[in-house]
């Protein structure tokens, strides 16, 4: 069968329907975000907030988004913090792990790997109730530090299988050969396994910000409505089921992320996310 | 290197170990220890709420025996079990077309991904502005002249046939399933797909007897991932869904946020319920994977 360059029809008509379903619907969600009257059934708004800007006593559309009545500069300030120290914790915690896993045979290995992945098939609302019992005994309930140690359990299974291919790739005869001719294990770390990793440990800790910053659930038990993030404020703005020009606006900036995401990682992510679900 | 005396033997023994603790203190700390409390505390072992009854069945006795819970469990499965059939018939499709060489593949392929990055909240935002009775859908619905006032529209939002959110699982999952599979068939090559073409075999052969083996793999591990997430998902049943009898996790929910504390315990009973529920079908899947992987010898 030889590659042609166009597709059968059937398959383009299919890929046209995706991109509709996948993609389409953020249309709307940005033409509402700029929207201030959108009668049914008008397929664009009658009025834009920037017209109606003037008349309203309280900020509309985008200004509302972007004022600080929206504690939206808050959500997204804790999303970072608490995305990155997820991010550096689980990494420092799965880089050992991943080596030993990718180098050393030992007996009961596969029950170890087995275990490493339970988080991600164990439902998040088991894990997530249990664990704000535990966090109010134990203080951590409505806390940083809390929300954070949470975080690290969706997170460690795809860290751990993205280091682990990473040190799979890396043949560990470059770090012999540097040890042979006189570098210590130190240097040989810095000098030669680090740069080789970087690419891999690159890609793990954006693919695990990415999933700390989308995490939801965890959050909204563990912050106790006192920590609030872009996921748990686009909730409490969803949550009557209806949604107005400032809630399409947090959305759309809650969608921000993973598109730079996107942009920046296509080459370090490229076929890695699909490794993860192996 | 110096004749491993049996120090050092014991110690690269132990090494892997080693490497594995801080890791496995975390997880087996935090993980293993939120299971076992949900368990204990959902067989009646909760002091500091000044209950101890351990072991006491009573509050899955009580959740068993209401007719809302089964109502509850059927919608959780309903919607998890349909949303990933679903999106894994869309996602194969999917998978097959990307591997196929187009002009605007790349981009294509990395726009497809966008709801793949994105919180659940999204995805049930565009459900409403899309699926809503005063929605896009509607809208165009009234262009096309089908309908002349939003009330005729169906209701696809917060209903229990649940369209809003098995549409959210769908949308989010479909990515990320289509992804492994594409990857898994990039990985296998299309070497012997083109050889049985060569030797004459159909399209459909082909993808029954080479294809279809190759991608099974990838398609066991993300709908595992995709069907144990359902089970758990709270944000889109809670707003998308029909109100009461809610899916298990919403229930779980109503009783921890409950002004009577002792129902904490009832909504830990739901919790395990969950679990048994999810591990018991995960369980009976790997076994007829197994038996797949048996019958095509590769096991």
């Known amino acids: ?278 | 290197m110096p004749s491993p005396s049996w120090r050092h033997r014991a110690f690269a023994q132990w090494r892997p170990a080693l490497g594995l603790l801080p890791l496995g203190v975390v997880i087996i700390v935090l993980f293993g220890g939120a299971l076992l409390l949900a368990l204990l505390q959902s067989l009646g072992f909760a002091p500091w709420l000044g209950v101890n009854s351990f072991p006491d069945l009573t509050y899955f006795t009580t959740l068993w025996s209401g007719a809302s819970f089964w109502w509850s469990l059927w919608f959780t499965l309903y919607y998890s079990l349909a949303a990933t059939a679903i999106a894994l018939v869309l996602a194969i499709l999917l998978a097959l077309c990307l591997v196929q060489a187009f002009p605007g593949r790349a981009v294509f392929g990395s726009l497809s991904r966008l709801p793949l990055v994105v919180p659940y909240a999204v995805g049930i935002a565009l459900a409403v502005i899309m699926m809503g009775n005063g929605g896009v859908l509607s809208r165009l619905a009234a262009t096309l002249g089908w309908i002349d006032d939003p009330a005729q529209f169906p209701r696809l939002l917060n209903t229990h046939a649940g369209l809003g959110v098995i549409a959210v699982y769908v949308w989010k999952q479909l990515p990320f399933m289509a992804l492994s599979i594409h990857a898994v068939l990039i990985s296998a090559g299309r070497e012997q797909a083109e050889a049985a073409a060569v030797l004459g075999a159909t399209r459909h052969q082909i993808f029954r007897a080479i294809t279809w083996p190759q991608i099974v793999p990838g398609i066991v591990s993300s709908t595992l991932i995709c069907f144990a997430f359902n089970m758990g998902a709270f944000e889109a049943p809670f707003i998308l869904g029909g109100g009461f009898p809610d899916t298990l996790p919403v229930l779980a929910w109503r009783y921890f946020t409950d002004a009577d504390y002792a129902l904490q315990l009832q909504g830990m009973a739901v919790v395990v319920s969950i679990g048994l529920v999810a591990g018991l079908l995960i369980a009976l899947y790997l076994a007829l994977y197994r038996g797949y992987e048996h019958r095509l010898g590769r096991v």
């Open chain 1, 1 to 278: 069968m030889a590659r042609s360059k166009s597709l059968p029809t059937a398959a383009r008509f299919y890929l046209v329907l995706m991109g509709l379903f996948l993609v389409g619907p953020f249309v709307p969600l940005v033409i509402q975000s700029f929207a201030f009257q959108w009668d049914w059934p008008n397929l664009l708004p009658s009025e834009w907030w920037f017209t109606a800007r003037d008349r309203a006593r309280l900020p509309l559309g985008w200004d509302y988004v972007l004022s600080p009545y929206s504690r939206l500069g808050e959500a997204v300030v804790n999303t970072v913090v608490i995305g990155g120290a997820t991010t550096l914790i689980c990494l420092a915690i799965c880089l050992s792990a991943a080596r030993v896993l990718a180098r050393e045979q030992f007996a009961g290995k596969r029950a170890v790997e087995f275990y490493l992945s339970l988080p991600l098939i164990v439902p998040e609302a088991a894990v997530g109730l249990a664990l704000s019992v535990i966090f109010v005994r134990v203080g951590l309930a409505g806390s940083y530090a809390g929300i954070i140690i949470a975080h690290l359990i969706p997170t460690i299974p795809y860290m751990v299988r993205l280091l682990t291919a990473v040190y799979q790739g890396l043949d560990p005869g470059f770090e012999e050969q540097a040890r042979v001719l006189g570098a210590n294990r130190l240097q040989a770390l810095r000098l030669v396994t680090m740069p080789m990793l970087l690419p891999g440990i690159l890609a793990g800790c954006l693919f695990t910000f990415l999933v700390s910053t989308n995490l939801f659930l965890l959050t909204f038990l563990l912050g106790q409505g006192k920590i609030i993030t872009v996921p748990t404020l686009l909730f409490a703005k969803i949550a009557g089921g209806s949604l107005d020009a400032s809630a399409a606006g947090i959305a759309l900036v809650a969608t921000l992320p993973g598109i730079a995401l996107l942009l920046v990682s296509e080459r370090l992510l490229d076929g890695r996310i699909g490794m993860v679900a192996r």
